[in-house]
């Protein structure tokens, strides 16, 4: 995707953001018509602000994995290495979704400045 300058914007994204962010085109690439909804989304969010939320579909995966399977792990195991585990999945979660917040506010960022200055 190029900038205002014509050069092409770099995202730098997180292994399970890329990760989502393919799982999303492969999704789209599927359907044969064109899709209104994600039209008005482009619209809305302009083309960065769709890659930021395509990386929190991948960011928001790993959040649930790791709080369901952390607190699984805590609730049903004695004390010990695997409620450790259990209780540091949950960490990663809490990571997780964070990651999930910083990236939807990049989005709307990127979807205010797409709507001020217009299309690149």
Do not use: K
Request: include cysteine; proline fraction near 6%; hydrophobic fraction near 50%.
């Amino acid at each position: 995707m190029p900038n205002s300058t014509g050069r092409a914007v770099r995202h730098l994204l997180l292994p399970q953001e890329a990760f989502g962010r393919r799982m999303i085109a492969r999704m789209v690439a599927r359907q044969t018509r064109p899709n209104q909804q994600r039209a008005s989304f482009e619209g809305y969010f302009g083309p960065d602000g769709v890659v930021f939320m395509e990386a929190v579909f991948g960011n928001v995966i790993g959040a649930a994995v790791c709080v369901f399977g952390g607190a699984l792990l805590a609730a049903i195991t004695p004390r010990g290495l695997p409620e450790s585990v259990g209780l540091w999945m949950m960490a990663a979660g809490i990571v997780f979704s964070a990651l999930v917040v910083a990236r939807a506010l990049q989005a709307v960022r990127a979807g205010r400045a797409f709507r001020r200055h217009g299309r690149p």
